[in-house]
């Protein structure tokens, strides 16, 4: 019973991925439609980014023999206020991401499912890189806001969210695509 309940956590945070999916290629449309290509290009990374989570995560609900559930997703935004704006809701969202994946380690540690703890170890790890990431990047954001071309440098020269493949990360379904 209990990987049956950390199924359906999992498969509950599989669409809470998909959904930072959509709206992190929101953020990046509305930075291309600003002429921002640098800031534009690490929110459609960080796009994937999410989408791998949630293949991961479905890589390993088959392994385990369980059901994966595909969700819908709602539409988001692709207009914002200023240039601060998509940065301050990703940082947001990171935060609210981070305490969905603490509970489900906590659900897998609660439940004694070993595989399951194992297999979010991953992901508690990953999300202090995200919401540093996105904090130090609000901070550049805010200080700039009157000249995003600040923020384009910034991104060039620190190269954020360019690191390549972490091999210790779980595979995910449909391999490297």
């Keep these: 019973m209990a990987e049956q309940s950390f199924a359906a956590a999992l498969n509950e945070q599989i669409a809470n991925e998909f959904s ?3 709206q992190y ?7 291309d439609s600003e002429t921002l290509p640098r800031l534009a290009a690490f929110f459609y990374r960080q796009a994937v980014e999410e ?6 995560m479905v890589q390993y609900l088959l392994d385990a023999s369980e059901e994966v559930r595909i ?3 709602e539409s988001k935004l692709t207009r914002f206020d200023d240039v601060v704006a998509p940065v301050r809701m990703a940082l947001e969202q990171e935060k609210r991401v981070t305490d969905e994946i603490n509970a489900l380690f906590k659900l897998a540690r609660e439940t004694e499912d070993f ?3 194992q297999f979010m170890q991953w992901f508690v790890k990953e999300q202090v890189e995200e ?3 996105m904090t130090d990047l609000l901070t550049v954001v805010e200080r ?7 923020v384009e440098e910034y991104l060039s020269r620190e190269a954020l969210g360019e690191e390549g493949a972490d ?3 779980p595979p995910a379904a449909g391999g490297a695509l």
Aim: aromatic content about 6%; charged content about 15%.
């Design 71 to 73: 969700p819908d997703i």
């Design 25 to 31: 290629i929101g953020a990046a449309v509305y930075y």
């Design 20 to 22: 930072a999916h959509q």
């Design 115 to 117: 595989q399951a703890e």
């Design 144 to 150: 700039s806001s009157d000249r995003p071309e600040l």
């Design 51 to 56: 989408r791998n989570h949630a293949m991961m």
């Design 131 to 133: 919401v540093a990431t």
């Design 167 to 169: 091999p210790t990360a």
